[in-house]
Structures are given as structure tokens and as C-alpha cells.
């Protein structure tokens, strides 16, 4: 501590030079895109790279090069593209849900969003809804009224604390009404059950996708500019108040902006786990917890992470296919007991 | 100015001070000294507009602090709370920024020149680069007065009043930092005309460097003026329960000592 007449210093970084996070993130594009012409040219039928770019530009010429396109176009491209909204969307929620709960723990599931979102889907399908089509409004009805019980009862109970219990025991209401459900449901509902409990990109059209990646992104980049509140909450509660950040509204508007992208995806793709923990997590190690360089890399990680594990689910049993769900907890679990076991939190 | 009339203070309705009633001057530094329990950090929080006083008037520039939205309040109010702490890792300079982010208009430039002005002033440049999680608890202290310098300082023009507000910033500082922290405060009380309330358990440290002493006691202000006015012996009885004697500083004898026991 010098007098406080001390001439200002210059700090290193020089204006030109980028910072690591932007360089990062401008790699993890780079894979990313890579990664989803990769994934979108491989499955049950086999379509060449090199003519990928003829095929999304061009006409086909030939019924072999029709079939490829009608699979590009009206399959693999959705589904890609659920992919990378659902997976930007569940990191990008996971490292806002972890900063606000100050917790590494913490993901979208711990306060009620995806397992009301799963008792929603899976109460539609046991009281008989008629189509599949009613799976998707129920999911994201279940997982609003969750989040909102959890939100309205957490907020009477002082701090984060409050919050993170009620979503503890709204998590336990809706698995034993889940496993209610379970018991009451004949096979061929078991079947759909198991389908949606373990998540899945099938479903994926160009018309479902229209309402969800503009909603998920928009609401995604309305996250992202909360990165200094999430930082000065890394600070604590009181020094956040003490930022200019006033605690009752931060954490509604957090609360809130996640269930409204959550819910969606959950409805959409059924329950997939890890991601959201997982991939914040490894980018917290690799680039710190500044939130302005975390949140962007994050959603990035994660729509890589989730496209890879979809192109491992078509790829690793051709024909037949994994559900996704189940291949991000086989990565993801293990992954996740090698850092706890490799470092302590 | 920040003006406290006839305040009562305290958490879930249970009064722990009454009757406090004291101005922060611009370019003072105003000590808060009493026994363990005596009410000093539930004093700090009130004033600092975190909870709101039971009873009593409490004015920011003549509005009620508590009217105050928190993000113009954390344009003129800046505080160290005691102990902070981080639940994830962040680099030293990006928690010493955090205190700049009630001021979205500095420009990135701006920004480095008071970043390198505050670390500079609380000996903190030499960890700039570094995380703040592998730094020693001393060292953590100073990133965060960086910080709450870095709010204080931010933007002000002269003549602005700006309130500083620290609860035992001494208390993980070894001997020679203890001083620094302090000669800084003072210094950039008188040059910048920050107003300051600190709270300290070193009775000596506090007649060293603050201007007037507030001392708690028995749920209330025991005293209240400058050091040699209020560190007197019954006084300081009453207040920590245990015989003093005030000597002449032997290094400057307008200055008091104080000796316990």
C-alpha cells in the first residue's frame, strides 16, 4: 500500500492482444461446426463427406443422392440441431444454477425443473393421453409448477439454503409420484416411460425446432448478460447486495430465466442428465469462473458435448440406437467420479 | 452525508443498539471500537442499508437509505464485510474489477487505470495474475480491500460523497500490512474526502488513525469524540469490562496508549 498518489501502473494484457476465453470459445466453434457435419453424415445410412456441401446446395442428380438428402435434411439436421440447442441450453443453465446456488453440485434437476418436467410427461402418458402429442405440453406445464412451488416456498427461508432444500424435497415428491406412475402403468406404457425417461433426440423436427432454438437462444443471450451479477454472487450474498445487486430480484429473474429454457428442452427431449453438471464443471477447470468467458464457453462445450453423445448413440450400435440419456450418464458418471476422486471440490 | 438519528438496530426485531445517532464526515474516519457482542457489525449492516433499522431515522443525502435501490446505493456506499469468502475459483483481478461493476460507463481503459491505482494501493499488485483461492488469508484481505477501493474509487469526481465502510479489515494482516491499510484509508480519507467507518478490535491501531472514536457498550454509544477525548479509563472500563491504563504514546506523545490488564 504506497501512498495513494502512486502514479497508475499499466497492467500486462495490451488492448490487441485477445483474451484466452474469446480464443477458446473461437476454437470450441470451430469443433463444434466440424463436429455437426461430422455427426449429420454419419448413422444407419452412410453419406460421403466430400459430398455433403452438393447435397445441402445443390440438386440430386441420382435416387442415391435424393435418399442422402432427404436423410441430411429432414433426419440428421434436426436432430443435430436439438442436439446443440438442447445441449447449449442444459450447460448453459447448469453453470447459472451452480453460480447462484454457490455449488458445483448444483444443476437445473436440483430445483425441480426436470424431475417435474419428467412427472408431468410421464402422468400424461399413465392417465392415457390419447397421442404423443400431449407429452410435450405436460412436461414443460410440470416442470413451470415445480420450479415455481420450489421458487414460491424456497424464497420464505433465508439464503440459498432455503431455496436448494425445498428443491431436495419437490425432487422427492415428484420421484415417488413417478414411481406411483411406474407401478400403475401397463407394458406397453412401461415402454413409453422408459423411452422418455431416458431422453431422446428422435423426435426432432424442423417445425418443433422453429418455437425452440429461437426461444432457447434468445432467452440463452438474456442469460448470458447476468454474468456480473454471477460473478459478484461468487463473492457471497451480502457482497452482491453490496455490488449494487439486489438479492429478491437477481435470483427470481435467474430462477425464472432457467425454467423458461429448461422446461422446453425437457419437454422436448425427455430427461438428459450430466450435461449440465458436467460440462460446466470441466470449463470452470480449464478457463476459471469469470462468468463473462465462463457462460459463452460453456453453451459452446455443451452443444459439443451433446452432439457427440448423439453421434455416439447412432454410431455405437448400428442399426439399432442408444437413448441419449443413457449415454451421457455412461460418459458422464464415471467422468464425473475421476474429477471428485482426481481433485477435491 | 450519511446522517443516523436516535438509530435502533438489531436482527428479528431484537434490539441489540439503541439510541445511535452519528454523521459520517467526508474525509473522516470514524472508528467503531467495543466488546465482542457489542453490536459493531449489526451497527456496520445497518448502515450499510443491509437491514433496516428498528426504530430511528437513517438518511443518504437526505433520502432514507432504505429507498435507495441497491444499485444506485452501491454507486456511494462501499463495503468490506468481515471474513469473505469465494465459492469458486476467480482470478485476483477479476475480483478486484467486480468493485467497477456498479460503473458500467468506465471505458476498458478507465478500468485499467483504476485497477492498477487500487492493487497498487493495497499492496496487491504482486498477485495481480494469480487465482485468489491459492492466495494466503492476508493476502485474500488485501484483494478484497483492492476491491472495495476499486468500488469507492470508481468515477469519483471531487466533491462527490462517497462512504467507505470496513469491519475489521486488520483482522488476518500481519503488523506492517495492519499499518499500510490504515495509512491508506486515512490518506485517501483527507485526498479523495472518502468517509469512513471501520471497525477494529486494536484499540491502539484506532487512536493511531482515526479522527473520532464511536465506542459501544451496554446496548448503546458508551462514547463518542475524538481518541483523546473518549479513551479514558472509566471509559474504556465500561466498555470492556477490564482495568486500563492511557499512557503518552512513547513514539509521538500527542498520542494515547493503551494498556490492559
Request: with cysteine; aromatic share 6%; net charge positive.
Amino acid at each position: 500500500m504506497s501512498s495513494p498518489t502512486t502514479p497508475a501502473l499499466t497492467i500486462a494484457s495490451s488492448p490487441l492482444q485477445l483474451p484466452r476465453g474469446l480464443i477458446v470459445l473461437l476454437a470450441l466453434l470451430a469443433v463444434l461446426i466440424l463436429l455437426v457435419l461430422v455427426s449429420s453424415a454419419s448413422g444407419a445410412v452412410r453419406i460421403p463427406f466430400a459430398e455433403l456441401p452438393r447435397l445441402l446446395f445443390g440438386t440430386p442428380t441420382s435416387d442415391e443422392e435424393l435418399l442422402w438428402r432427404n436423410v441430411l435434411l429432414e433426419v440428421r439436421l434436426p436432430r443435430v440441431a436439438l442436439a446443440v440447442v438442447a445441449g447449449a441450453g442444459l450447460t448453459l443453465t447448469g453453470a447459472a444454477i451452480q453460480a447462484l446456488f454457490r455449488n458445483p453440485l448444483a444443476e437445473p434437476g436440483l430445483i425441480g425443473i426436470s424431475s417435474g418436467g419428467a412427472l408431468g410427461a410421464v402422468a400424461a402418458i399413465v392417465l392415457g393421453a390419447p397421442a404423443m402429442i400431449w407429452l410435450a405440453p405436460a412436461a414443460f406445464l410440470g416442470s413451470v409448477v415445480a420450479t415455481s412451488l420450489c421458487y414460491h416456498i424456497g424464497k420464505r427461508q433465508q439464503g440459498v439454503g432455503g431455496l436448494l432444500l425445498t428443491g431436495v424435497a419437490i425432487n422427492v415428491v415428484c420421484g415417488s409420484l413417478i414411481g406411483l406412475f411406474t407401478y400403475l402403468a401397463d407394458d406397453n406404457q412401461l415402454r413409453s416411460l422408459t423411452f422418455w425417461n431416458m431422453g431422446s433426440l428422435a423426435g426432432a423436427t424442423w417445425s418443433s425446432l422453429a418455437f425452440l432454438a429461437p426461444w432457447t437462444l434468445g432467452l440463452c443471450l438474456l442469460l448470458l448478460r447476468q454474468w456480473r451479477a454471477l460473478n459478484a454472487l461468487l463473492l457471497g450474498e451480502r457482497e452482491a447486495q453490496h455490488l449494487g445487486f439486489a438479492m429478491k430480484p437477481v435470483r427470481r429473474k435467474l430462477v425464472l430465466l432457467v425454467a423458461l429454457i429448461v422446461g422446453p428442452l425437457v419437454a422436448a427431449t425427455g430427461v438428459i442428465g450430466f450435461v449440465g453438471l458436467v460440462v460446466p464443471h470441466l470449463v470452470r477447470l480449464t478457463l476459471g469462473a469469470d462468468h463473462r468467458w465462463l457462460l459463452p464457453n460453456a453453451m459452446v462445450a455443451g452443444a459439443i458435448a451433446l452432439t457427440l453423445a448423439d453421434w455416439l448413440a447412432r454410431v455405437a450400435v448400428i442399426p439399432a440406437e442408444l437413448p441419449i440419456g443413457i449415454v451421457t450418464s455412461l460418459i458422464g458418471g464415471p467422468f464425473f467420479l475421476w474429477l471428485l476422486a482426481r481433485r477435491a471440490f | 452525508m450519511l446522517v443516523a438519528e436516535q438509530l435502533s438496530c438489531g436482527r428479528n426485531g431484537r434490539a441489540v443498539l439503541e439510541g445511535v445517532s452519528l454523521q459520517l464526515l467526508p474525509g473522516e474516519v470514524l472508528g467503531v471500537l467495543g466488546a465482542n457482542g457489542a453490536g459493531k457489525s449489526t451497527l456496520l449492516a445497518t448502515l450499510a442499508g443491509e437491514i433496516a433499522p428498528l426504530a430511528g431515522q437513517l438518511h443518504l443525502a437526505a433520502k432514507p437509505l432504505l429507498h435507495i435501490a441497491a444499485e444506485t446505493l452501491a454507486r456511494s456506499r462501499t463495503v468490506l464485510p468481515q471474513s469473505p469468502s469465494l465459492s469458486f475459483d476467480l482470478g485476483v483481478r477479476e475480483i478486484v474489477a467486480a468493485g467497477a461493476y456498479p460503473f458500467p460507463e468506465l471505458s476498458p481503459r478507465e478500468l485499467e487505470t483504476l485497477l492498477a491505482r487500487t492493487l497498487a494501493l493495497a499492496d496487491a499488485t504482486a498477485f495481480t495474475a494469480r487465482r485468489y483461492l491459492a492466495l494466503s488469508g492476508g493476502e485474500q484481505q488485501r484483494v478484497q480491500f483492492a476491491r472495495v477501493l476499486t468500488q469507492a474509487l470508481a468515477g469519483k469526481v471531487v466533491g462527490e460523497y462517497r462512504v467507505l465502510m470496513l469491519d475489521e479489515p486488520t483482522a488476518n494482516l500481519d503488523p506492517r500490512h495492519q499499518l499500510l491499510l490504515l495509512r491508506t484509508v486515512s490518506a485517501l480519507a483527507k485526498s479523495e474526502g472518502l468517509a469512513v467507518l471501520v471497525v477494529l478490535h486494536d484499540v491502539n491501531l484506532a487512536a493511531q488513525w482515526c479522527d473520532r472514536l464511536l465506542l459501544l457498550a451496554d446496548g448503546g454509544v458508551a462514547a463518542l469524540g475524538s481518541p483523546d477525548e473518549v479513551l479514558i479509563p472509566p471509559v474504556l472500563q465500561a466498555v470492556y469490562g477490564v482495568a486500563a491504563t492511557v499512557l503518552p504514546h512513547p513514539a509521538s506523545a500527542a498520542r494515547r496508549l493503551v494498556l490492559f490488564g
